[in-house]
């Protein structure tokens, strides 16, 4: 049965104390790989004394992607699940890199959150990385669905269609995230309403509200915004069909006043109330109450080209205990990933089906985003670089794909700035070079051979 958790709030480091003080949090979220279990924050420690639930929320394991989750990635995530005495952990129904041995290619990194196609393939697929991801934890898996400014050509469900079916075959929960279904709507004309009406709302851990910005007819889910009215009505009509066992207010960027999260969430509060007690009062909600989820038969999967071909002669798809390969579906799950992905950091093609224009606007986006988190990561960069830092990040993202997580990202910058006699200022160019040098040591996360570095590092040395 689904924990009942309550109103809550995304757990920052920057709002950390707020947190702490605001009335009526009854459980927080904290994003997983932020957290090391031997040392958690103590805020997040006093917060769980008082009986407060903490939630590990991955951002890192790309269930939707073609390769099989990662065993130490699930290993940490299972271990933070243990150290917060969480009921449940939480991850995204996307991809996040793409390439590598399946396509024969350099890893890509992208550094967010990317759709997969709604097809029989990418379903088939996602299935399996969730089983995979459920025998590994030691608490139920709730999948959350994401916010995308691309379409997939050639799609073969609607998002509640899919969602229906990966319920079915699966029995994972769900965490739906309202603000998403508003950005989905925005940028593909997808109608919340109708994504409510198919997928299975019994099946619901949680629900995330956020705020974001529209820009040139674009709604990007910043996190870094107010709450907008829209996105309070598709939580309404959520409420009005069935209680969700919590709810949870985002924040990641822009922190206001602690004064002015409280009022937004006084404002989900009072959402939830108002359309608890509106479907109270409607006698057609009183002739069929929503029965608990039940577990129901997986269902037969199709090929590509709709046939029963993957059936045996027994009548069950082929494969041990009845279980399905996926291996075809993710050697074309991963071809097609790794070519959106390339297009989108490398500055490969547009691949065949895409809107180029919007591609260019994930694109730009994405660059953005690998440079704010850089600047993090790595706080020093921007302060070395001043004004210079953005334009210069930019310029290198251009043409140099992520291939190993920011902070080897950061060093890989600062290294390519100076190799090419950059910053122009001398005393700018030798704090970076300072920088670069106490990081990167004697063992440098780059991958290139030792020679190379070694090269490199004289030819840093000679700008003094």
Known sequence: MTQQLGTGIGWRPEIAEAVERMPGIDWVEAVAENLCP?????????????????????????????????????????????????????????????GGPLTASPLLEAGHLLPVPRTRDALDVLCENIRIAQDALPVPLAVENIAALISWPGEEMTEGQFLYDLVDRTGVRLLIDVANLHTNHVNRGEDPAKALDELPVEAIAYVHVAGGFEREGVWHDSHAHPVPQQVLDILADLASRVSPPGVLLERDENFPEPEELERELRAIRGTLEKATSASATNPLNALAPLAPLAPLAPLTPLDSV?????????????????????????????????????????GTPVPEGFDGVRLGVQARALAA???????????????????????????????????????????????????????????TRRRLRDWWLERSGPAPLSQRSTARLARATRRVLLRR
Not at 310 to 334: H, I
Not at 394 to 405: F, I, S
Not at 415 to 427: Q, S, V, W
């Open 306 to 346: 709709g046939s029963l071909s993957a059936l045996d002669a027994a009548g069950s798809p082929s494969g041990e205990a009845g279980t399905q390969d996926t291996t075809a579906a993710r050697q074309r799950l991963a071809l097609a990933q790794a070519a959106l992905l390339s297009a989108l950091v490398a």
């Open 38 to 98: 031997g040392h958690l924050p103590e805020s997040l420690l006093r917060l769980r004394e008082r009986g407060v639930t903490v939630v590990p929320h991955g951002v890192s394991l790309g269930l939707g992607g073609a390769d099989r989750p990662d065993e130490s990635r699930l290993a940490a995530l299972a271990e933070r699940a243990e150290a917060l005495g969480s009921p449940l952990v939480t991850e995204h129904i996307a991809f996040v890199r793409a």
């Open 369 to 427: 985003k690998r440079a704010d988190v850089v600047a993090k990561v790595a706080a020093e960069l921007p302060e070395i670089l001043a004004e210079g830092y953005r334009p210069a990040f930019l310029a290198y993202a251009q043409g140099h794909p992520m291939t190993g997580g920011y902070r080897h990202d950061a060093l890989d910058f600062a290294e390519r700035l100076l190799l090419a006699g950059r910053p122009e200022d001398a005393e």
